[in-house]
Protein backbone atom coordinates (compact mmCIF):
# COMPACT_ATOMS: atom_id res chain seq x y z
CA UNK A 1 0.00 0.00 0.00
CA UNK A 2 1.28 3.21 -0.88
CA UNK A 3 2.31 6.08 1.38
CA UNK A 4 0.53 9.24 0.79
CA UNK A 5 3.21 12.06 1.57
CA UNK A 6 1.99 15.25 0.32
CA UNK A 7 -1.69 16.79 -0.92
CA UNK A 8 -2.69 16.45 -4.39
CA UNK A 9 -3.77 20.33 -4.52
CA UNK A 10 -2.30 23.64 -1.80
CA UNK A 11 -4.33 26.69 -1.95
CA UNK A 12 -3.18 29.39 -0.03
CA UNK A 13 -4.71 33.12 0.79
CA UNK A 14 -5.51 33.03 -3.06
CA UNK A 15 -7.35 35.92 -3.92
CA UNK A 16 -8.32 37.63 -7.34
CA UNK A 17 -8.36 41.36 -7.72
CA UNK A 18 -9.76 43.15 -11.55
CA UNK A 19 -9.26 46.84 -11.39
CA UNK A 20 -12.70 48.57 -12.85
CA UNK A 21 -11.99 51.60 -14.71
CA UNK A 22 -14.85 54.29 -15.95
CA UNK A 23 -13.29 54.90 -19.00
CA UNK A 24 -10.63 53.65 -21.26
CA UNK A 25 -8.44 56.86 -21.15
CA UNK A 26 -7.93 56.33 -17.26
CA UNK A 27 -5.73 53.75 -18.19
CA UNK A 28 -3.47 55.71 -19.79
CA UNK A 29 -3.99 58.79 -17.32
CA UNK A 30 -3.06 56.56 -14.49
CA UNK A 31 -0.03 54.77 -16.65
CA UNK A 32 1.86 58.48 -16.52
CA UNK A 33 0.94 59.28 -12.84
CA UNK A 34 3.24 56.38 -12.12
CA UNK A 35 1.48 55.43 -9.42
CA UNK A 36 1.11 58.19 -7.55
CA UNK A 37 -2.58 58.44 -8.30
CA UNK A 38 -5.42 55.60 -9.23
CA UNK A 39 -8.14 56.01 -11.44
CA UNK A 40 -9.68 53.10 -11.02
CA UNK A 41 -11.94 50.83 -8.32
CA UNK A 42 -11.21 47.25 -6.99
CA UNK A 43 -13.17 44.69 -7.69
CA UNK A 44 -12.09 41.32 -5.42
CA UNK A 45 -13.78 38.25 -7.53
CA UNK A 46 -11.67 35.97 -4.99
CA UNK A 47 -10.26 36.60 -1.56
CA UNK A 48 -9.04 34.67 0.86
CA UNK A 49 -9.44 31.18 -0.05
CA UNK A 50 -7.29 28.32 1.03
CA UNK A 51 -7.50 24.51 1.21
CA UNK A 52 -5.71 21.42 1.24
CA UNK A 53 -6.80 18.44 -0.90
CA UNK A 54 -5.22 14.57 -0.82
CA UNK A 55 -5.13 11.83 -3.15
CA UNK A 56 -9.13 9.88 -3.64
CA UNK A 57 -10.28 13.29 -1.99
CA UNK A 58 -13.21 15.21 -4.03
CA UNK A 59 -14.02 18.52 -3.55
CA UNK A 60 -17.40 20.17 -4.47
CA UNK A 61 -17.16 23.99 -4.98
CA UNK A 62 -21.05 25.50 -4.05
CA UNK A 63 -22.21 28.86 -4.49
CA UNK A 64 -24.44 31.38 -5.91
CA UNK A 65 -23.83 32.68 -9.55
CA UNK A 66 -20.97 35.38 -9.65
CA UNK A 67 -19.53 33.91 -5.99
CA UNK A 68 -15.99 33.94 -7.37
CA UNK A 69 -16.35 29.75 -8.28
CA UNK A 70 -15.53 29.46 -12.08
CA UNK A 71 -12.45 32.53 -10.91
CA UNK A 72 -10.89 29.51 -8.76
CA UNK A 73 -11.19 26.97 -11.00
CA UNK A 74 -9.68 29.55 -13.71
CA UNK A 75 -6.64 30.30 -11.27
CA UNK A 76 -5.82 26.51 -10.77
CA UNK A 77 -5.96 25.52 -14.13
CA UNK A 78 -3.31 28.68 -15.24
CA UNK A 79 -5.75 30.30 -17.85
CA UNK A 80 -6.02 33.16 -15.07
CA UNK A 81 -3.56 34.61 -12.37
CA UNK A 82 -4.27 35.58 -8.88
CA UNK A 83 -3.58 38.85 -7.45
CA UNK A 84 -2.34 37.33 -4.15
CA UNK A 85 -1.37 33.48 -2.33
CA UNK A 86 -0.18 30.71 -3.71
CA UNK A 87 -1.42 27.02 -5.16
CA UNK A 88 0.55 24.18 -6.11
CA UNK A 89 -0.88 20.96 -7.82
CA UNK A 90 1.28 17.87 -7.45
CA UNK A 91 0.49 15.61 -10.67
CA UNK A 92 -0.86 15.76 -13.82
CA UNK A 93 -3.98 17.84 -14.76
CA UNK A 94 -6.77 17.62 -16.87
CA UNK A 95 -9.69 20.18 -16.89
CA UNK A 96 -13.38 21.11 -18.07
CA UNK A 97 -14.47 24.52 -17.39
CA UNK A 98 -16.70 25.61 -20.42
CA UNK A 99 -18.53 23.10 -23.23
CA UNK A 100 -16.46 23.64 -26.24
CA UNK A 101 -13.65 25.13 -24.84
CA UNK A 102 -10.50 24.12 -26.33
CA UNK A 103 -12.39 22.93 -29.60
CA UNK A 104 -12.64 24.16 -33.01
CA UNK A 105 -16.07 24.02 -34.12
CA UNK A 106 -15.12 23.58 -37.85
CA UNK A 107 -13.23 20.39 -37.27
CA UNK A 108 -14.55 17.14 -36.36
CA UNK A 109 -15.35 15.67 -33.47
CA UNK A 110 -12.43 12.86 -34.07
CA UNK A 111 -9.81 15.59 -35.12
CA UNK A 112 -11.07 17.82 -32.20
CA UNK A 113 -9.61 14.49 -29.82
CA UNK A 114 -6.61 14.31 -31.34
CA UNK A 115 -5.65 18.00 -31.33
CA UNK A 116 -6.82 17.98 -27.80
CA UNK A 117 -4.78 15.74 -26.51
CA UNK A 118 -1.55 16.51 -28.67
CA UNK A 119 -2.09 19.76 -26.68
CA UNK A 120 -1.58 18.25 -23.33
CA UNK A 121 0.92 16.34 -24.75
CA UNK A 122 -0.23 12.97 -25.44
CA UNK A 123 1.14 11.07 -28.55
CA UNK A 124 -1.16 10.21 -31.07
CA UNK A 125 0.04 6.59 -30.85
CA UNK A 126 -1.18 6.86 -27.80
CA UNK A 127 -4.60 8.36 -28.97
CA UNK A 128 -4.86 5.75 -31.61
CA UNK A 129 -4.69 2.83 -28.64
CA UNK A 130 -7.51 4.35 -26.57
CA UNK A 131 -9.57 6.00 -29.55
CA UNK A 132 -12.17 3.65 -29.33
CA UNK A 133 -12.56 3.31 -25.60
CA UNK A 134 -13.45 7.28 -25.95
CA UNK A 135 -15.66 7.11 -29.14
CA UNK A 136 -17.65 4.53 -26.89
CA UNK A 137 -18.06 6.43 -23.97
CA UNK A 138 -18.61 9.76 -25.41
CA UNK A 139 -22.03 7.66 -27.60
CA UNK A 140 -21.49 10.37 -30.33
CA UNK A 141 -21.79 7.59 -33.16
CA UNK A 142 -21.40 9.49 -36.54
CA UNK A 143 -21.23 12.85 -35.01
CA UNK A 144 -17.50 12.41 -34.74
CA UNK A 145 -16.80 12.56 -37.79
CA UNK A 146 -18.98 16.16 -38.25
CA UNK A 147 -17.86 19.65 -37.03
CA UNK A 148 -18.40 20.51 -33.14
CA UNK A 149 -20.14 23.53 -34.29
CA UNK A 150 -23.25 21.11 -35.17
CA UNK A 151 -23.28 19.73 -31.91
CA UNK A 152 -25.45 20.09 -28.90
CA UNK A 153 -24.80 21.42 -25.67
CA UNK A 154 -25.25 18.34 -24.44
CA UNK A 155 -22.73 16.49 -27.23
CA UNK A 156 -20.26 19.22 -26.63
CA UNK A 157 -20.04 17.92 -22.98
CA UNK A 158 -19.86 14.55 -24.05
CA UNK A 159 -17.11 15.27 -26.39
CA UNK A 160 -14.98 17.80 -23.61
CA UNK A 161 -15.82 15.12 -21.14
CA UNK A 162 -14.26 11.89 -23.20
CA UNK A 163 -11.60 13.88 -24.53
CA UNK A 164 -10.63 15.03 -20.74
CA UNK A 165 -10.25 11.00 -19.84
CA UNK A 166 -7.48 10.68 -22.26
CA UNK A 167 -4.82 12.35 -20.31
CA UNK A 168 -5.59 9.62 -17.17
CA UNK A 169 -4.83 12.69 -14.84
CA UNK A 170 -4.26 12.88 -10.96
CA UNK A 171 -6.36 16.02 -10.55
CA UNK A 172 -9.93 16.46 -12.79
CA UNK A 173 -10.88 19.90 -12.48
CA UNK A 174 -15.06 20.43 -13.61
CA UNK A 175 -16.68 23.55 -13.99
CA UNK A 176 -20.78 22.63 -14.23
CA UNK A 177 -20.11 19.30 -16.33
CA UNK A 178 -22.89 17.91 -15.24
CA UNK A 179 -25.81 20.93 -16.06
CA UNK A 180 -26.60 19.27 -19.69
CA UNK A 181 -27.04 15.78 -21.22
CA UNK A 182 -29.53 13.54 -20.26
CA UNK A 183 -29.57 11.54 -17.23
CA UNK A 184 -28.23 8.50 -18.43
CA UNK A 185 -24.53 9.99 -19.52
CA UNK A 186 -24.74 12.32 -16.46
CA UNK A 187 -25.02 8.78 -14.52
CA UNK A 188 -21.75 7.45 -16.39
CA UNK A 189 -19.96 10.10 -15.81
CA UNK A 190 -20.76 10.11 -11.93
CA UNK A 191 -19.31 6.43 -12.00
CA UNK A 192 -16.35 7.37 -14.07
CA UNK A 193 -16.06 10.06 -11.01
CA UNK A 194 -16.02 7.09 -8.38
CA UNK A 195 -14.01 4.98 -10.51
CA UNK A 196 -11.05 8.30 -10.23
CA UNK A 197 -11.81 8.20 -6.51
CA UNK A 198 -11.29 4.42 -5.66
CA UNK A 199 -7.58 5.17 -7.93
CA UNK A 200 -6.69 7.51 -5.56
CA UNK A 201 -7.52 10.27 -8.21
CA UNK A 202 -7.99 14.13 -7.03
CA UNK A 203 -11.34 15.74 -8.15
CA UNK A 204 -12.45 19.17 -7.68
CA UNK A 205 -15.70 19.82 -9.26
CA UNK A 206 -18.05 23.23 -9.33
CA UNK A 207 -21.66 22.97 -9.15
CA UNK A 208 -25.24 24.12 -9.05
CA UNK A 209 -26.78 21.04 -7.87
CA UNK A 210 -26.09 19.91 -3.97
CA UNK A 211 -27.38 16.88 -5.20
CA UNK A 212 -24.43 15.83 -7.06
CA UNK A 213 -22.05 17.48 -4.58
CA UNK A 214 -23.43 15.35 -2.09
CA UNK A 215 -23.09 12.08 -4.59
CA UNK A 216 -19.66 12.84 -5.72
CA UNK A 217 -17.41 14.75 -3.40
CA UNK A 218 -16.48 13.51 0.32
CA UNK A 219 -15.96 17.31 1.17
CA UNK A 220 -17.02 20.78 0.11
CA UNK A 221 -16.66 24.60 0.28
CA UNK A 222 -19.36 27.26 0.07
CA UNK A 223 -17.82 30.14 -1.42
CA UNK A 224 -19.79 33.87 -1.44
CA UNK A 225 -18.85 37.06 -2.30
CA UNK A 226 -15.32 35.52 -3.02
CA UNK A 227 -14.56 34.40 0.34
CA UNK A 228 -14.88 31.29 1.98
CA UNK A 229 -18.69 30.61 4.06
CA UNK A 230 -18.26 27.28 4.95
CA UNK A 231 -15.75 23.66 4.56
CA UNK A 232 -16.82 20.43 5.86
CA UNK A 233 -18.66 17.84 5.12
CA UNK A 234 -21.15 17.77 1.73
CA UNK A 235 -24.10 17.23 3.63
CA UNK A 236 -23.77 20.07 5.77
CA UNK A 237 -22.42 22.35 3.58
CA UNK A 238 -24.85 21.81 1.27
CA UNK A 239 -27.68 22.07 3.99
CA UNK A 240 -26.40 25.13 5.36
CA UNK A 241 -26.23 26.38 2.06
CA UNK A 242 -29.62 25.72 0.62
CA UNK A 243 -30.78 26.93 4.34
CA UNK A 244 -29.48 30.50 3.61
CA UNK A 245 -31.04 30.84 0.10
CA UNK A 246 -34.42 30.16 1.21
CA UNK A 247 -33.84 32.72 3.67
CA UNK A 248 -32.59 35.03 1.24
CA UNK A 249 -34.88 34.84 -1.66
CA UNK A 250 -36.76 37.66 -1.73
CA UNK A 251 -39.92 38.82 -3.27
CA UNK A 252 -40.86 37.87 -7.34
CA UNK A 253 -41.13 40.66 -9.37
CA UNK A 254 -44.58 40.45 -10.38
CA UNK A 255 -43.72 40.06 -14.21
CA UNK A 256 -40.95 37.44 -13.81
CA UNK A 257 -42.67 34.86 -12.93
CA UNK A 258 -40.13 32.39 -11.06
CA UNK A 259 -36.55 32.15 -12.04
CA UNK A 260 -34.12 29.83 -11.59
CA UNK A 261 -30.84 27.47 -12.83
CA UNK A 262 -32.29 25.73 -15.61
CA UNK A 263 -30.27 22.10 -15.22
CA UNK A 264 -31.77 20.44 -18.50
CA UNK A 265 -31.79 16.93 -19.20
CA UNK A 266 -32.06 15.75 -15.00
CA UNK A 267 -35.86 15.35 -15.17
CA UNK A 268 -38.54 15.88 -17.89
CA UNK A 269 -42.30 17.28 -17.20
CA UNK A 270 -44.84 15.07 -19.30
CA UNK A 271 -47.77 16.69 -19.48
CA UNK A 272 -49.54 19.68 -17.09
CA UNK A 273 -53.47 19.29 -16.79
CA UNK A 274 -56.33 21.47 -15.11
CA UNK A 275 -59.77 20.16 -14.34
CA UNK A 276 -63.02 20.03 -12.05
CA UNK A 277 -62.26 16.84 -9.43
CA UNK A 278 -66.07 14.96 -10.43
CA UNK A 279 -64.89 15.44 -14.10
CA UNK A 280 -62.85 13.42 -16.79
CA UNK A 281 -60.30 15.08 -19.19
CA UNK A 282 -59.27 18.70 -19.02
CA UNK A 283 -61.42 22.03 -18.67
CA UNK A 284 -60.00 25.27 -19.85
CA UNK A 285 -63.21 27.65 -18.35
CA UNK A 286 -64.76 27.40 -15.17
CA UNK A 287 -66.38 30.32 -12.50
CA UNK A 288 -65.11 31.76 -9.47
CA UNK A 289 -65.32 29.18 -6.39
CA UNK A 290 -65.30 26.34 -8.46
CA UNK A 291 -63.49 23.26 -7.26
CA UNK A 292 -59.94 22.73 -9.39
CA UNK A 293 -56.73 20.79 -9.49
CA UNK A 294 -53.54 20.75 -11.46
CA UNK A 295 -52.21 17.44 -11.77
CA UNK A 296 -48.41 17.82 -12.93
CA UNK A 297 -46.70 14.47 -14.34
CA UNK A 298 -43.34 13.85 -14.80
CA UNK A 299 -39.99 11.62 -15.50
CA UNK A 300 -37.11 11.37 -13.65
CA UNK A 301 -34.63 8.40 -14.30
CA UNK A 302 -32.36 9.60 -10.88
CA UNK A 303 -35.30 8.19 -8.85
CA UNK A 304 -32.88 8.79 -5.08
CA UNK A 305 -33.45 12.71 -6.14
CA UNK A 306 -35.90 14.92 -4.92
CA UNK A 307 -38.32 16.93 -6.76
CA UNK A 308 -40.53 19.70 -5.90
CA UNK A 309 -43.01 20.26 -8.68
CA UNK A 310 -43.90 24.12 -8.96
CA UNK A 311 -46.86 25.46 -9.84
CA UNK A 312 -47.06 29.19 -10.93
CA UNK A 313 -50.66 30.84 -12.33
CA UNK A 314 -50.28 34.06 -14.14
CA UNK A 315 -52.85 36.79 -15.92
CA UNK A 316 -52.63 36.35 -19.53
CA UNK A 317 -50.38 39.97 -19.57
CA UNK A 318 -47.71 37.73 -17.79
CA UNK A 319 -48.15 39.39 -14.41
CA UNK A 320 -47.70 36.17 -11.45
CA UNK A 321 -50.92 35.68 -9.62
CA UNK A 322 -49.40 33.44 -6.98
CA UNK A 323 -47.24 30.70 -6.92
CA UNK A 324 -47.49 27.27 -4.78
CA UNK A 325 -45.13 24.46 -4.03
CA UNK A 326 -45.57 21.32 -1.20
CA UNK A 327 -43.43 21.50 1.60
CA UNK A 328 -41.83 18.00 0.70
CA UNK A 329 -40.60 16.32 -1.94
CA UNK A 330 -43.23 14.38 -3.99
CA UNK A 331 -42.59 10.67 -3.92
CA UNK A 332 -42.47 8.71 -7.53
CA UNK A 333 -43.54 5.57 -8.18
CA UNK A 334 -40.04 4.48 -10.09
CA UNK A 335 -38.61 6.72 -12.22
CA UNK A 336 -42.65 8.20 -12.80
CA UNK A 337 -43.93 11.47 -10.64
CA UNK A 338 -47.13 12.95 -9.86
CA UNK A 339 -48.55 15.71 -8.03
CA UNK A 340 -51.59 17.29 -7.75
CA UNK A 341 -52.28 20.56 -6.61
CA UNK A 342 -56.20 21.44 -5.41
CA UNK A 343 -58.26 24.02 -4.87
CA UNK A 344 -61.51 23.69 -2.68
CA UNK A 345 -62.81 27.36 -3.92
CA UNK A 346 -60.79 28.96 -6.86
CA UNK A 347 -60.96 32.51 -6.25
CA UNK A 348 -59.81 33.99 -9.20
CA UNK A 349 -61.86 36.58 -10.88
CA UNK A 350 -63.03 36.47 -14.65
CA UNK A 351 -60.20 36.80 -16.78
CA UNK A 352 -57.46 34.78 -18.94
CA UNK A 353 -54.80 32.94 -16.85
CA UNK A 354 -51.45 30.82 -18.15
CA UNK A 355 -50.35 27.80 -15.86
CA UNK A 356 -46.36 27.21 -15.83
CA UNK A 357 -44.95 24.20 -14.16
CA UNK A 358 -41.54 23.41 -12.57
CA UNK A 359 -39.53 21.02 -11.27
CA UNK A 360 -36.80 22.17 -8.70
CA UNK A 361 -34.50 20.68 -5.54
CA UNK A 362 -35.32 22.25 -2.21
CA UNK A 363 -34.29 25.44 -2.83
CA UNK A 364 -36.63 26.06 -5.60
CA UNK A 365 -33.57 28.04 -7.47
CA UNK A 366 -32.32 25.07 -9.24
CA UNK A 367 -35.15 24.24 -11.71
CA UNK A 368 -34.68 20.41 -13.34
CA UNK A 369 -37.54 21.61 -16.12
CA UNK A 370 -39.71 23.70 -16.62
CA UNK A 371 -43.13 24.27 -19.05
CA UNK A 372 -43.99 27.85 -19.54
CA UNK A 373 -47.57 28.66 -20.34
CA UNK A 374 -48.23 24.61 -20.24
CA UNK A 375 -51.93 25.82 -20.66
CA UNK A 376 -54.24 28.79 -20.77
CA UNK A 377 -57.85 28.82 -19.21
CA UNK A 378 -60.69 30.96 -18.48
CA UNK A 379 -62.37 31.99 -15.72
CA UNK A 380 -65.99 33.58 -15.30
CA UNK A 381 -67.30 35.43 -12.21
CA UNK A 382 -70.98 36.30 -12.01
CA UNK A 383 -70.99 38.98 -9.40
CA UNK A 384 -69.97 42.63 -9.03
CA UNK A 385 -66.50 42.31 -7.72
CA UNK A 386 -63.02 43.40 -9.93
CA UNK A 387 -59.68 43.25 -9.88
CA UNK A 388 -57.73 39.63 -9.70
CA UNK A 389 -58.45 38.17 -6.40
CA UNK A 390 -61.35 37.49 -4.92
CA UNK A 391 -61.00 37.72 -1.03
CA UNK A 392 -63.13 36.04 1.79
CA UNK A 393 -64.87 38.52 3.86
CA UNK A 394 -68.04 40.46 5.09
CA UNK A 395 -69.02 43.94 5.10
CA UNK A 396 -70.03 45.66 8.72
CA UNK A 397 -72.00 48.83 9.61
CA UNK A 398 -70.32 51.38 11.66
CA UNK A 399 -72.06 50.03 14.74
CA UNK A 400 -70.77 46.75 13.73
CA UNK A 401 -73.74 45.18 12.51
CA UNK A 402 -73.39 42.83 9.56
CA UNK A 403 -74.94 44.34 6.06
CA UNK A 404 -75.80 40.79 5.07
CA UNK A 405 -73.57 41.16 1.72
CA UNK A 406 -71.19 38.23 0.60
CA UNK A 407 -68.03 39.18 -0.74
CA UNK A 408 -70.00 38.20 -4.42
CA UNK A 409 -72.06 40.97 -3.66
CA UNK A 410 -74.80 38.82 -3.36
CA UNK A 411 -77.71 38.20 0.46
CA UNK A 412 -76.94 35.93 2.69
Not at 10 to 34: H, M, N, S, W
Not at 189 to 194: A, E
Not at 218 to 242: C, K, L, Q
Amino acid sequence: MSVISEPSVTVEDLGKCYRIYPEPQARVKELFCFGKKKFHQEKWALRHVGFELWPGQALGVIGINGAGKSTLLKILTGTSRQTEGRYAISGSVSSLLELGAGFHPDFSGRDNIYMNALIQGVSRKQVDKQYEAIAAFSELGEYLDRPVRTYSSGMAMRLGFSASMLVDPDVLILDEVLAVGDARFQKKCMDKFIEFRTAEKTILFVSHSVYHVREICDRAIWIHDGEMVMDGDPVSVTDEYENKILEHIGSISAHEGIEGVLEAGLAAIRDVEIRRPDEKGQRLEFETGDEVEVRIRWTNPEVDRPVYPILAVLRNDGLLVFSARPDHPVRQNGEEGEAVFRIPRLQLLSGEYAISAYLSDRTGVHLMDQRLNALRFKVVHRGPAKGIFLTDGTWESREGAATGQSPAGKKK
